[in-house]
């Protein structure tokens, strides 16, 4: 039972252009939820986060969405640049019980086009 | 370079064997985490220590233990491998908790044969 769930598993887009990559997740308990981005042969890396008490977080190119009653957050990267192919998980927090591991979606592979 | 380090980067090993992964957290971190990411699954947590003690318990495997030493750093135990056991395990580590970020290691591949 997938709690987090990205649900195109590539996206292509040009470079300059907008790139929006989406996630929803099912457990209303989350109250945190982060984006990473991961090259080939690297560990994650973490990009932008945002609490539940939030609706828009945003830092440089990268901006994160949120909308509680749908269950469902957004990344926006604009400009998008060749840097920024990679893949992009979604990531939340907060099942209780002191538990600090996130939960991860299955990723977003952008591929930025020249 | 986020700071972790995680040995050794690739394990090959057979079924019904046991492996040690090691992973030493940023300077200063409490908080250690080990994530298994296979082809299927995607990224799933397994087990978190602060400060030595386990605090939180993810999809861990009874044939699979942790454990974080006086010096922070922090071994994932892996016994009586099976095929299914192939796959990259991350460590990340976070100052203390909560909200703080995670920073990951670059993981350890392994493959049973």
């Known amino acids: 039972d997938q709690q987090v769930k990205q649900n195109s598993p590539s996206l292509s887009v040009q470079e300059g252009r907008i790139s929006i990559l989406n996630c929803d997740y099912t457990?209303?308990?989350?109250?945190?939820f982060l984006w990473y981005k991961k090259y080939p042969a690297e560990g994650p890396t973490f990009l932008i986060s945002?609490?539940?008490?939030?609706d828009k977080n945003e830092d440089g190119r990268f901006t994160v969405f949120l909308n509680k009653s749908a269950k469902h957050l957004s990344l926006h990267i604009v400009p998008s640049q060749p840097g920024d192919s990679a893949v992009y998980f979604c990531a939340a927090r907060g099942l209780g019980g002191g538990a600090d591991g996130l939960t991860f979606g299955k990723g977003t592979h952008l591929i930025i086009q020249p | 370079d986020s700071g972790v380090t995680q040995t050794p980067k690739h394990l090959i090993t057979a079924t019904g064997q046991r492996v040690t992964l090691r992973c030493s957290p940023r300077?200063?971190?409490?908080?250690v985490y080990w994530y298994q990411q296979s082809l299927d699954q995607g990224l799933q947590f397994l087990i978190q220590y602060y400060n030595g003690e386990e605090r939180a318990k993810g999809n861990i495997l009874e044939r699979f233990s942790a454990q974080q030493f006086p010096d922070l750093h922090s071994e994932l135990n892996l016994s009586s491998l099976e095929l299914g056991d192939s796959a990259l395990y991350f460590c990340?580590?976070?100052?203390?908790?909560?909200?703080?970020?995670?920073?990951f290691g670059p993981g350890t591949r392994l493959t049973v044969l």
């Open positions: 945002i609490s539940s008490i939030k």
């Open positions: 300077s200063g971190d409490l908080s």
């Open positions: 457990n209303s308990m989350f109250d945190y």
């Open positions: 990340a580590s976070s100052a203390r908790g909560g909200s703080d970020e995670q920073f």
